[in-house]
T-cell receptor, first 117, second 113 residues
């Protein structure tokens, strides 16, 4: 099966500018996650979708971050305006929503590396 | 919410030796514990996982042990090879609550020749 696709792979912006990241999960995966990974740290969950509904966005800085998953497939994560501390890799992951072996496995995309100057 | 602590942050071993990475979790409801390997500039990839109804799981040179009472779990790599060099992350979640993984802070493993 094809993996989780993300774009762009790299983005450099000035602080206070905006940026958007796109994710296409594995076909049929109902659950989609956006994680933020700051250099030297573990991934931190920003938002979780189940189909096109938000399951958890408790750690999403809603004053500047937004995300949507229209039609329950692709998702976009937007940052506006960006701050220096937003420099990180933004990882998208997906998981199928079924019981049985492998149902809990998250598959990650290659990530989008953001540098805010 | 869940909190996962991971030790050590860096680990250097000689090729052929064993490596052990330890994690503790805070939420006694957590019941699924995966381990991810992340090579430099690449995505995290699942290498092994364990559920709370099992105390140990092994896959070739990799094994994971779980102590539910103490709320800690460990990754064991035997006969280490240079290609094992990477950052390893443990994670924990309660699969009945949305399955959102909480990750540890990572262990940089270096296998020296």
């Amino acid at each position: 099966e094809a993996g989780v696709a993300q774009s762009p792979r790299y983005k450099i912006i000035e602080k206070r500018q905006s940026v958007a990241f796109w994710c296409n999960p594995i076909s049929g995966h109902a659950t989609l996650y956006w994680y933020q990974q700051i250099l030297g740290q573990g991934p931190k969950l920003l938002i979780q979708f189940q189909n096109n509904g938000v399951v958890d966005d408790s750690q999403l800085p809603k004053d500047r971050f937004s995300a949507e998953r229209l039609k329950g497939v692709d998702s976009t994560l937007k940052i506006q305006p960006a701050k220096l501390e937003d420099s990180a890799v933004y990882l998208c992951a997906s998981r199928r929503w079924k019981q049985g072996a492998g149902a809990n496995v998250l598959t990650f995309g290659a990530g989008s590396r953001l540098t805010v100057l | 919410g869940e909190n996962v602590e991971q030790h050590p942050s860096t680990l250097s071993v000689q090729e052929g030796d064993s490596a052990v990475i330890k994690c503790t979790y805070s939420d006694s409801a957590s019941n699924y514990f995966p381990w991810y390997k992340q090579e430099l500039g690449k995505r995290p990839q699942l290498i092994i996982d364990i559920r709370s109804n099992v105390g140990e799981k092994k896959d070739q040179r990799i094994a994971v042990t779980l102590n539910k009472t103490a709320k800690h779990f460990s990754l064991h790599i035997t006969e280490t090879q240079p290609e094992d060099s990477a950052v390893y992350f443990c994670a924990a979640t309660f699969t009945g609550g949305g399955n959102k993984l909480t990750f540890g802070t990572g262990t940089q493993l270096k296998v020296e020749l």
